[in-house]
């Protein structure tokens, strides 16, 4: 199912990109509509001549993207019978590594120079490097002295990443273009892991373990992002442009998957459901060449928090209980790209 959902989103993804030659794009005004400078990045305009029209432009790149999603559970707890037990927070706390590389296609249709579509495609080309984080607190009289830690290694990894707006110019001054837009960001990350230790700081017995290369857990973690966003170009030479904007979604919705596959009766599924806020900032620069080709440099920011419940299960339908879930994810990227204008 997660499969179709992505498949789906890659066709309107790339029916956006694909689709621009039904608008035309005219410098106008002194000033030039360059790219969405918001989360989704896309290329500015060439100098403003006479000739200097365009319906459609296309780039792609390398982006390496850093940071983390840390998820959180603890009381309230209620178990099968929804019985509430009160208690303190977190039990258990998981940092799932985001230092990998990603492939980036951006597109943008041009209507007038007014208005403006962007999309973005990414996806994942490489596995991040750093370990998986499992951290627990088992002692109600000691409720902040870790207990049990393990590190994982992170065997299989998918990323994807769909983003798309529609800007809107309202004002456009001495190179100066301020927009405002709304735009939608989904993202889908997937992992498994292979336990390497586990130990007890706190010098707990029977918690020492070591991995012996089976895949001891899984993750997936969706977020469904829609948001509005402001920002401004800046034609500050002949061939370089500035670009900035910053957006904030107060309806974030967030779920996700946890498998402890070596447990007792078939391994512990957890479910999340959550909801929440996100910000992004986005910051680039572009150069152009000729008037149809350029290159842009961005850095791009991501903060992330939700919270919510969680419910879980053995793998053989036996239920546990629901906890409180908080998650937070920070996601800071660079990009290269180079882009043409049609």
Known sequence: MQMLTNNRIIAFGLGVIMAAGA????????????????????????PVTSAN??????????????????YRIGYPVVDPAGVVYQGYFPL?????????????????????????????????????????????WMTPAHPSRLDIYSES?????????????????????????????????????????????????SGLPGFDYYGDGRVGITYDMTYSI??????????????????????????VEAED??????????????AGDMDGDAFMLDISGTYTFTPALYMELGLQYVKIEVDGNQTQEYGWGIPIGTLDEESESSQTSVFVSVGYLF
Do not use: C
């Open 23 to 46: 608008g035309t794009a005219t410098a106008s005004d002194g000033a030039v509509l360059g790219a969405g400078a918001g989360p989704v990045s896309s290329p500015a305009q060439a």
């Open 53 to 70: 029209t365009a319906n459609y432009s296309l780039s792609i790149g390398p982006e390496l993207m850093s940071g983390d999603t840390t």
């Open 92 to 136: 258990s706390e998981l940092v799932w590594p985001l230092d990998f590389w990603l492939a980036r296609i951006d597109g943008r249709i041009a209507f007038n120079d007014e208005w403006r579509i962007n999309a973005t495609i990414k996806k994942d080309v490489s596995t991040p490097g750093d370990d998986m984080e499992d951290s627990d």
């Open 153 to 201: 290694e992170i065997s299989s990894f998918d990323a994807f990443i769909f983003d798309a707006d529609i800007e809107w110019s309202f004002l456009r001054r001495n190179g100066l273009a301020v927009y405002a837009g709304v735009g939608y960001l989904y993202q889908d990350f997937d992992y498994e892991a292979k336990p390497l230790y586990q130990n007890s700081p």
């Open 226 to 251: 829609p948001y509005l966003k402001l920002g401004a170009d800046l034609q500050v030479g002949p061939n370089l442009s500035l670009e900035g904007s910053v957006a904030y979604s107060p309806i």
């Open 257 to 270: 998957t946890d498998h402890h596959l070596l447990r007792e009766y078939g391994g512990k599924i957890s």
